[in-house]
């Protein structure tokens, strides 16, 4: 792993799942990117058969789980189910998150907090992957449930099928930003050429651009190309001085936070350009 780099993005990309669950009102259904052009997509040959298992694990979970309740109150709320769990009542929470999930499937609020309940406090990743699966084929953009994703394909050791269900999500939604990164940066462990591709398309989203940068970064001198990692990497430390400069001057908090996220890219820079000259 080069220096810091990918070190403070990980810890971006874990702090949901590390912190304490977020109130529902704060896990909302806001992810989508803004229009874009249609994207050429990477090659073919990338693509993986898909498997009846993750080809279809939204229905799967729809049927297994997700069965309607005639005792259900219809005024239960995904806050009296966030209570019931936070006071140790973890099975009671999840049956009402079920409830209320069979009731509204296409809630994605409902079946993001039911995902949380499964990873974090039942300790199932894999039924939290079902979850978080049918989130995504809801909302292909939902940037919290596709980061969760990547760290329940871990925990499953199902890299490889966790690509597959996002080739075939990008291949329904070829315009969907926020697939691209995850599918480029899952890519990025196993082929980290073929992952430059879809890492130059994620730098397209604003709010995040600085870390695709660092991503990209990080492949392209894995896989052997020092320029494009020098050009990544000062792009990336451009964007983190901005946003150090803009906190300074407006009292913001997390100031040592970027500082450090500064010095790591410097580092991370300062040791790609040292390369380049070994190989002229």
């Known amino acids: 792993?080069?220096?810091?780099?990918?070190?403070?993005?990980?810890?971006?990309?874990?702090?949901?799942?590390?912190?304490?669950?977020?109130?529902?009102?704060?896990?909302?259904?806001?992810?989508?990117?803004?229009?874009?052009?249609?994207?050429?997509?990477?090659?073919?040959?990338?693509?993986?058969?898909?498997?009846?298992?993750?080809?279809?694990?939204?229905?799967?979970?729809?049927?297994?789980?997700?069965?309607?309740?005639?005792?259900?109150?219809?005024?239960?709320?995904?806050?009296?189910?966030?209570?019931?769990?936070?006071?140790?009542?973890?099975?009671?929470?999840?049956?009402?998150?079920?409830?209320?999930?069979?009731?509204?499937?296409?809630?994605?609020?409902?079946?993001?907090?039911?995902?949380?309940?499964?990873?974090?406090?039942?300790?199932?990743?894999?039924?939290?992957?079902?979850?978080?699966?049918?989130?995504?084929?809801?909302?292909?953009?939902?940037?919290?449930?596709?980061?969760?994703?990547?760290?329940?394909y871990g925990e499953l050791g199902a890299y490889d099928q966790g690509l597959a269900f996002l080739d075939l999500k990008i291949q329904q939604n070829p315009n969907s930003l926020e697939l691209q990164f995850l599918y480029g940066r899952m890519l990025a462990s196993s082929n980290p050429k073929a992952s430059i591709s879809w890492l130059k398309n994620a730098t397209k989203i604003i709010d995040i651009r600085e870390n695709a940068l660092n991503q990209l970064a990080i492949a392209a001198l894995k896989s052997g190309d020092i320029p494009l990692a020098i050009e990544s990497w000062a792009a990336a430390l451009a964007l983190a001085e901005a946003a150090l400069a803009q906190a300074v001057d407006k009292g913001e908090p997390g100031i040592d936070f970027l500082e450090d996220r500064i010095a790591s890219t410097k580092i991370d820079l300062e040791k790609a350009r040292k390369q380049s000259a070994k190989n002229l």
């Open 1 to 152: 792993m080069f220096a810091l780099g990918w070190g403070w993005f990980k810890h971006v990309e874990n702090y949901q799942h590390q912190s304490q669950r977020q109130d529902a009102e704060t896990i909302k259904d806001v992810q989508a990117s803004q229009p874009v052009q249609p994207l050429v997509s990477p090659s073919a040959s990338q693509s993986k058969d898909i498997s009846a298992e993750v080809a279809k694990p939204a229905s799967e979970f729809s049927a297994m789980t997700l069965a309607p309740s005639d005792t259900t109150p219809r005024t239960s709320t995904v806050s009296e189910a966030l209570s019931l769990i936070d006071r140790g009542r973890t099975q009671e929470g999840v049956a009402l998150l079920l409830r209320l999930a069979s009731l509204d499937t296409n809630n994605t609020e409902i079946l993001m907090e039911l995902a949380m309940a499964y990873s974090l406090d039942l300790k199932d990743p894999a039924k939290a992957r079902m979850a978080l699966e049918q989130i995504i084929e809801i909302n292909p953009n939902y940037r919290a449930a596709l980061n969760e994703l990547e760290l329940v």
